[in-house]
């Protein structure tokens, strides 16, 4: 187990101006903040960072949401990050996401779901490196 996972507040979130309060909820679970940044993502960018999901059928609709505006991408710190940032957000589809979980509360669709949380500690580095310097991380 590390206690590192990395997190992205994505496009729709960014554009309802339910960035604030995202960031409230995540710190107020006890996640700590190693490193932050507001940036966009090109096509190409997303395309790679969700290169695995390349040959699903919703690729493309992925990669044009997750290139459609800002997102704020942030490495977080916690004991049993990767898992119990995965609670604290809720299933991948609102509609079956817990009560009081992000995607519940910030969500419309099973596309457009508020936050990307890492699914393991291999990609949650993975995915730090992607974003993050060694001088960014505090
Ligand atoms: P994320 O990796 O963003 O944290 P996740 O791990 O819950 O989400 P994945 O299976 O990794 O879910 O899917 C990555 C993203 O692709 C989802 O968050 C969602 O934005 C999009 N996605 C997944 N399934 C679908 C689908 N059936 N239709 C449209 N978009 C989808
Ligand atoms: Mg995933």
């Known amino acids: 187990m590390s206690n590192r996972t990395f997190t992205m507040i994505k496009p729709d979130a960014t554009k309802k101006g ?5 960031l409230d909820q995540i710190i107020k679970a006890g996640f700590a903040v190693k490193a ?3 940036t966009k993502l090109t096509q190409e960018q997303a395309g790679l960072f969700y290169d695995i999901h390349r040959e699903r059928p919703f690729f493309g ?3 044009d949401f997750m290139s459609s505006g800002p997102i704020v991408a942030a490495i977080l710190e916690k004991d049993n990050a990767v898992e119990d940032f995965r609670t604290l957000i809720g299933a991948t ?3 079956q996401a817990a009560e009081g979980t992000i995607r519940k ?5 099973i596309g457009e779901n508020a936050v990307h949380g890492s699914d393991s500690d291999e990609n ?3 995915e ?3 974003f993050f310097s060694a001088l960014e991380r505090f």
């Not at 339910?18 to 995202?22: E, L, R, S, W």
């Not at 509360?105 to 669709?109: G, L």
């Open 128 to 130: 730090g490196n992607f």
């Open 61 to 63: 609709e992925l990669v």
């Open 124 to 126: 949650a580095a993975i």
């Open 93 to 95: 589809n609102p509609a």
């Open 18 to 22: 339910d960035t604030g309060a995202i």
């Open 105 to 109: 509360r910030f969500a419309a669709s």
């Open 36 to 38: 932050m940044k507001w």
